[in-house]
């Protein structure tokens, strides 16, 4: 049994890595850790809070509230061309009995990994903030940690918020040069694999009609989402039909390594203003500077990992 702590800024992309984890029989998410990017950390936490109904989970799932604000204490702008006003792509679905806890999120980090000493994995799927500050309170989890995957960044391919920066990491600088170079088992699932990893419209059709019964509501709600978030990429990158897996791959990736080809280098991220703020700075060179080594997943097989995606919905 996989034990998982997900840290999410609950958009489209990130509800289906949700769903996903949450239909794994063999993954038991410890806690849901609501941060700020495509929303707020409030409507991530309901949003999350909704997936988990939406999946008919059989057993609790704690829901905690991060930061609103970056690690430098900045006030964020949401992703709504991206994700609609609700993160969701203005999908309306029930409000969930549950509500979030009262414990903060960083807080929450803390005591589970204590808790469960290398069992964890933890696993972002936004920006950073709520590990930083864990941090801040206790670096002790770095070894306690039984590996992080975080979906952020690039390496050799184009940046999506700038030429050499995604927006998970450009969104709070800070908070990734600060886990990145903690320590962490580390594992960067970015845009060089998810951008060329596609969910298109044969994918939504054959979920649509091969969807088990209890998941039919699951398969409504990905093909409802999915016309936002196509339209988003068609306007962005001229794709047709199709869209990324971004944060459902970092999933994949986490609980199915064998998926991606990985490669290890000291990794920092770039904080200082300019062209290159956000980037990911993997060095290569045999004197390389000082900094803990990243897996950097470079290759992954595509087609195995969306048919892994879909068919956890199907029969």
Known sequence: ????????????DDSIALLYALKREDVQIMAITAGFGNCSAQQSAQNSLKMIELAKVKYHIPVYIGSEKTYSGTKPTYATNVHGTNGIGDVELPLSKQQPETEKADDAIIRIIHEN???IILITLGRMTNLAYALDKDKEIVNL???LVFMGGTILAAGNVGAFSEANIAGDALAAQKVLTAGFNSYQ?????????????????????NAKEENK??????????VQYFHFNHQASEMIECCPVHDPLAVLI??????????????QVETAPGLTYGMIVADSRVN????????????????AAVNKLISIFCN
């Open 288 to 303: 390389h500077f000082d900094a803990p080594l990243c897996g950097l997943c470079l290759k992954c097989d595509s087609e």
């Open 145 to 147: 940690t039984k590996k």
């Open 217 to 226: 509501e699951i398969a409504s709600y990905i093909n409802q989402a999915m």
């Open 254 to 267: 986490a609980l199915e390594p064998q998926l991606a080809d990985v490669t290890y280098r000291p990794c």
């Open 189 to 209: 699932v970015g845009l060089d694999i998810t951008q060329s990893t596609h969910l298109d419209r044969t994918h939504l059709n054959y979920l649509s009609a």
């Open 1 to 12: 049994m996989y034990k998982v702590i997900i840290d999410c800024d609950t958009g489209i």
């Open 117 to 119: 000493p290398h069992e």
